[in-house]
């Protein structure tokens, strides 16, 4: 044992009480309570009483008897005085004091066991140092289809030296070893124990427990210097041990339980104790972690995703245990700790509990190994005292997982980062359908790149840029906005404001920037330079910087509310007032809709009220600013004041027959939405019985009807009650006014999808809005809203492709006018708007015909990355280190067109190549980070989609002869011919670095070991069996 930090005991050290009655030797000994103390003081008011506190110096060895002393660990001495009317407490550094009452007959009561309710460090010696030996085991894994882990276990010892209300802990013999692989209890045991490597010594440093009387503990103090990683441990620690032992003080027959508050690494919240006596004076004591609801474990969130309103609660399939179980025996009128084992789990059960299970274990024990009296006392040094036991998780701005356990090596990361962006497209060109397995590593890449970007500061970013070629700079400028942190976004502020990157790449980012962003307060008011560009700046740049910026509000106002509690609005008013300002101050339509946006991107509780005067028409008359005002009103009512402020808002609109359709409509759109109740429902369907206006009685009945035979779970509450009252709605006679759904779920897994079509035909105008929407987990989402508003004076409905259509085509007749407006939305946050009349489309078409007219040959690379889903949930566990359950669904969608054009005669000739390509290899599961051995844990569902469309052919136009000729043509490279889908999906256990996959940790525990192996029966019980020959399905076509 290693005691280089300790000091030789002092008279520091708390005294040894020893307690007789009628200054002999107790016969029996007694635990008394405050409430026996004061009815022996009473009953003896009329008696002399001597009460006296041995403070040790009394010799004992002349005393007979083979009972030991009652031995307790006390504070300090302590005397009590006292009259017939007073009783207190009073504080005293002599050794042995006296208070006489009127009786003849003298006693002496236990004192000590009345000064402090017994708390954790009374269930151990006194005086002692105990030691514990402590086995630490935490794998991930599963056990279908057999069972596989990614293990860690952790061996060493714990001492314990107890004093006045604290234990100072130290742990020592740390060794640790990893295994990756089948469990089959035998090869687990082939990895070899590895001592801890330096940088984790500050484990060994020793830190003190505090206690409160009510035997609860206070907080703890580490070295002033400690890293986070260490302090979590150690925290655990703290609240394993921790047991309130105010039930000790009563005798059990059966077995009973009670729910007590307690602190915990999981935060504050409550344990369910139950005490189950044993014969033999021992006592086995369980503790249940009890939680209400996933606040507490659920830390540290990062998503991209937002649930709108559901009818089912939002269903998170993960679940969490925690147990303790301690075993105590009776040593005098003592109880002393024996044993402590703790089990606890994280479970992830996805797709309705139907699909894999994945699960983390977390499984350790405490066993007394041996008492040794106290010779050295042990030291921390600069204290750092905490008075909280929840995990710190890291910090969102520097975004390290390790919490201080490694550094940054930004000489390694630089150059694997370049690496990676520059086999990125490279990757995407390979042939990926022929193969039978992807290969996950490279399939990966875009999560990994995402994942290191998380560490970079912002002068990191700008010299990983100077790295790059060509290609890659347009990969890293793709994946730029999925990274969130600060740096990143500040760094594409500094792209767009020194105009670094072209304006349709300009576009792209800010479109994106806010999506996966982790706000503040800090980096709104950093960003205000994008809401104030000049004219330097194209109007499509300027446009959706103010949509952006809106939204970034939003999600800093919403993570001000969720991680402080903090309703104040007041940082973000001077943003409400400016965009207000420039909306009633500008003459010009698409300036005063997109502040609109931008107001509703902002969806902050006083909008509600700020923007009353707008849909009011109080500010204009104009109808279509009116019903864009509603838009951007009624998310912040919804989500701030729910369906009653919602009805006062909009009701007197909606049943107003002298406002115009469209403005209605969108009033009782939302109106619906906002759940309300049956009377309420009752009596919108009363009022439209006697609608006259047709078209909105048809949106009505339409709406209905779709509502009802949907079988979306998140409507599921009010198809009910819309099914009762359809039956008293007769059907529309006219119009052509509609709301339709059209969708697919999945009944076995719980998900499902759809499209939800609007087409509102108002007085001069068509509008159609599309909602693609999503539900997984029981969270429903709308992932892209379209809006198309159409104005051209026709009252038919062609449709809307072929209106825009007949746009395109009669735009050159001076009879005919139109407007044209759309509206992007992704996510409930609108990312674009576009309007157009007819003399900006005539100017647009007029410049696409000098292009087609004097180019004879161009390129177009496009490229688009994004994530469909992007979940990380960190959560404690009983050792203190972060689980992580995680699901990332990147999605890369890239189409290489090349067209030339050759003229002969009065021929056209073109020459079309194009090649489309979806990449989407996504993961979910569960993991851990190991900072002992600074590796992540885990096992996770890859899930690879692979999809490749060439076309090429040749396209020739004669104008003379008015003939079109088609011919499709194989190219002449073999991998530009290739077509078609692959899928596959496989788990993987797996030890990697916490930087990448590169480094072979595993080697030094197990040099056979695997970083990842794939769970299953293993390869003599794999059978591949052909779908279909590829080459029987050749046509002879091409």
């Not at 906002?674 to 429902?681: A, E, F, I, V």
């Not at 949106?699 to 409507?715: A, K, R």
């Not at 030339?900 to 090649?915: A, L, P, V």
Request: aromatic content about 12%; some cysteine; overall charge negative.
């Amino acid at each position: 044992m290693n005691d280089t930090d300790e000091v030789e005991a002092g008279p520091s050290a708390p005294k040894r009480m020893k307690i007789s009655q009628n200054n002999k030797r107790a016969s029996t000994k007694k635990f008394l309570t405050d409430d026996e103390l004061q009815a022996i003081l009473e009953a003896s008011s009329d008696s002399d009483v001597d009460i006296y506190l041995n403070d040790g110096s009394e010799d004992s060895s002349s005393e007979s008897g083979d009972e030991d002393e009652s031995i307790f660990d006390f504070q300090q001495t302590q005397t009590v005085s006292t009259n017939k009317d007073e009783f207190q407490w009073t504080e005293d550094s002599g050794s042995m004091k006296s208070v006489e009452f009127t009786k003849e007959e003298k006693m002496l009561i236990p004192i000590p066991v009345i000064a402090s309710t017994r708390a954790f460090h009374q269930l151990i010696p006194p005086d002692k140092k105990t030691i514990f030996s402590w086995n630490a085991d935490i794998k991930a894994g599963t056990h279908l289809p057999v069972q596989y882990a990614s293990q860690y276990a952790l061996q060493g010892k714990i001492h314990l030296q107890p004093y006045n209300n604290t234990i100072v802990v130290k742990l020592t013999d740390l060794t640790h070893r990893l295994y990756n692989g089948i469990i089959d209890h035998f090869h687990e045991y082939e990895a070899k124990n590895v001592s801890l490597l330096p940088e984790v010594q500050a484990l060994e440093n020793a830190f003190k427990i505090t206690y409160t009387d009510g035997g609860l503990v206070e907080g703890i103090s580490t070295q002033n210097n400690e890293m986070d990683f260490s302090r979590n441990i150690k925290k655990a620690i703290a609240s394993i041990f921790q047991l309130n032992t105010t039930f000790l003080q009563k005798e059990y027959h059966r077995p009973e339980s009670f729910v007590m508050k307690e602190n915990s690494i999981y935060g504050h919240g409550e344990d369910v104790y139950s005490v189950f006596p044993q014969k033999g004076g021992k006592m086995e004591v369980h503790k249940l972690h009890n939680m209400p609801d996933s606040e507490n474990i659920f830390s540290h969130i990062v998503t991209n995703t937002e649930g709108t309103s559901c009818d089912v609660t939002n269903g998170v399939p993960v679940m969490h245990d925690s147990k303790k179980t301690y075993a105590l025996e009776k040593e005098g009128d003592c109880y002393v700790v024996k044993k402590v084992t703790t089990v606890g789990s994280i479970i992830y059960y996805p797709f309705t509990a139907k699909s894999d299970v994945q699960m983390i274990l977390v499984n350790q024990n405490f066993d007394l190994a041996e008492v040794v009296p106290i010779k050295n006392k042990y030291q921390i040094g600069e204290e750092y005292f905490e008075n909280s036991l929840s995990y710190v998780s890291f910090d969102k701005k520097t975004n390290d997982e390790t919490n201080g356990r490694r550094s940054i090596d930004y000489d390694k990361l630089l150059p694997m980062v370049r690496d990676m962006l520059e086999d990125i497209p490279q990757y995407m060109h390979e042939d990926h359908i022929n193969t039978k397995e992807p290969d996950h590593k490279r399939g990966q890449l875009i999560n990994r790149v995402q994942q290191i970007l998380l560490k970079f500061t912002l002068e990191k970013f700008k010299e990983l840029q100077s790295m790059l070629s060509t290609q890659a700079l347009n990969v890293f400028y793709h994946i730029l906005p999925l990274v969130g942190t600060e740096a990143s976004t500040l760094y594409i502020k500094t792209l767009i404001i020194t105009k670094t990157v072209p304006d349709d790449l300009a576009v792209e980012l800010l479109q994106n920037i806010a999506g996966h962003i982790r706000p503040s307060l800090d980096l709104v008011q950093n960003l205000e330079d994008l809401i104030h560009l000049d004219s330097k700046y194209s109007w499509d740049i300027q446009k959706v910087a103010i949509l952006s910026f809106g939204n970034i509000i939003y999600k800093s106002y919403v993570h001000q509310l969720q991680s402080n509690s903090d309703s104040s609005q007041e940082p973000y008013e001077k943003y409400v007032d400016e965009y207000i300002h420039n909306l009633r101050n500008s003459t010009k339509y698409i300036v005063q809709v997109t502040y609109l946006l931008g107001l509703h991107n902002m969806k902050l509780p006083i909008l509600a009220q700020r923007l009353v005067p707008a849909f009011n028409g109080e500010w204009w008359s104009n109808q279509n600013l009116r019903y864009m005002a509603i838009w951007a009103a009624a998310p912040p009512i919804l989500f701030n004041s729910g369906p009653d402020k919602i009805i006062e808002t909009f009701w007197p609109i909606f049943t107003n027959r002298h406002e115009k359709l469209a403005v209605r409509a969108f009033c009782y759109y939302y109106i619906m939405y906002s759940r309300p109740s049956l009377t309420m429902l009752r009596n919108i369907f009363t009022f439209m019985l006697t609608e006259p206006d047709q078209e909105l009685y048809r949106i009505h009945y339409t709406l209905v009807q779709t509502l009802i035979e949907s079988t979306d779970y998140c409507h599921q509450d009010v198809r009910l009650k819309l099914a009762q009252l359809m039956k008293f709605s007769p059907p529309p006679r006219r119009g052509t006014s509609s709301v339709s759904f059209f969708g697919y779920r999945d009944e076995l897994f719980g998900f499902s999808t759809g499209i939800q079509k609007y087409y509102i035909k108002a007085e001069d105008l068509r509008i159609y809005c599309y909602y693609v929407t999503s539900q997984l987990f029981n969270s429903y989402e709308e992932e892209w809203v379209v809006y198309w508003k159409i104005q051209d004076g026709r009252d038919k409905d062609p449709g809307l492709i072929q209106s825009l259509v007949d746009i395109i085509s009669l735009s050159q007749i001076d009879s005919f006018d139109f407007h044209v407006e759309a509206s992007i939305a992704r996510r409930g946050q609108v990312i674009n708007t576009f309007a157009f009349d007819k003399r900006s489309l005539n100017e647009m078409m007029g410049l696409l015909g000098l292009f087609l007219a004097y180019a004879s040959k161009w390129n177009l690379n496009l490229l688009h990355i994004n994530y469909e889903r992007y979940n990380s949930y960190m959560i404690p566990t009983d050792l203190g280190i972060p689980a992580f359950w995680e699901y990332f669904m990147p999605e890369v969608h890239y189409n290489n067109l090349s067209v030339t054009k050759q003229i002969e005669g009065d021929s056209i000739h073109f020459r079309i190549e194009n090649k489309y390509g979806t990449w989407i290899h996504y993961s979910h599961g569960l993991s851990f980070y190991n900072p002992i051995a600074d590796v992540r844990q885990g096992i996770n569902k890859y899930h690879a989609y692979d999809a490749l469309f060439p076309l090429h052919f040749n396209l020739s136009l004669n104008s003379k002869l008015q003939n079109l000729e088609v011919h499709w043509q194989k190219h002449d490279d073999p991998q530009m011919n290739i077509a078609g889908i692959r899928t596959h999906a496989t788990q993987l256990v797996f030890v990697r670095d916490s930087d990448d996959y590169e480094e072979k940790v595993l080697r030094e525990f197990i040099p056979q070991g695997e970083e990842f192996q794939s769970v299953g029966h293993g390869k003599k019980f794999r059978h591949d069996y052909p779908i279909f020959d590829k080459h029987n399905l050749d046509t002879g076509c091409i």
